[in-house]
């Protein structure tokens, strides 16, 4: 029996890990490491080596913009934990996580424009006491609450 070429025209099915790294410009071991945590998933073949799904190429790229947006990966995982592993991630699936990830973006701007405005104000006083400011934190009461950085997180 004479053994069957692929067909160049017909893209194939699976891709090994290498390919998967080579099309969405992620290292080897970031990739087991999505997998290890539950993010992708891959078949293994006879030879016992990894294939991935080609839908992997589009759930890595919406980890990788997660992940440049501030996303912590254990809330990347849980919202695509109710997601399908065997199908390319749709514009609906994609307008559904953003939504929901769209509060918490929302809040951590906020973070991030008040920690910008009182970091300016604080070093342009001149004191460079972040204990004993006079006006960010008079008389240290802010010692009261404990360690930490309490004024960035109001």
């Not at 759930?59 to 997660?66: G, M």
């Not at 960010?136 to 009461?141: A, F, I, S, V, Y």
Request: one cysteine or more; glycine letters at 8%.
């Amino acid at each position: 029996m004479v053994a069957k070429k692929s067909d160049p025209e017909k893209p194939r099915r699976e891709l090994s890990v290498g390919e998967v790294a080579e099309r969405s410009g992620v290292a080897v071991s970031t990739l087991h490491f999505y997998e290890a945590k539950g993010l992708i998933h891959s078949n293994r073949n006879r030879g016992n080596q990894r294939r991935y799904p080609r839908s992997v190429l589009r759930r890595v790229a919406v980890i990788k913009v997660a992940q440049k947006t501030g996303i912590p990966l254990a809330e990347i995982g849980e919202a695509l934990s109710v997601l399908p592993h065997d199908r390319p991630l749709t514009a609906e699936d994609w307008s559904r996580l953003s939504e929901r990830w769209r509060d918490a973006l929302d809040r951590r701007i906020d973070q991030l424009q008040s920690l910008r405005n009182h970091l300016t104000g604080c070093i342009g006083c001149g004191c460079l006491s972040m204990s004993d400011c006079p006006l960010r934190n008079p008389m240290d009461t802010l010692a009261e609450k404990g360690g930490g950085p309490h004024l960035l997180e109001s």
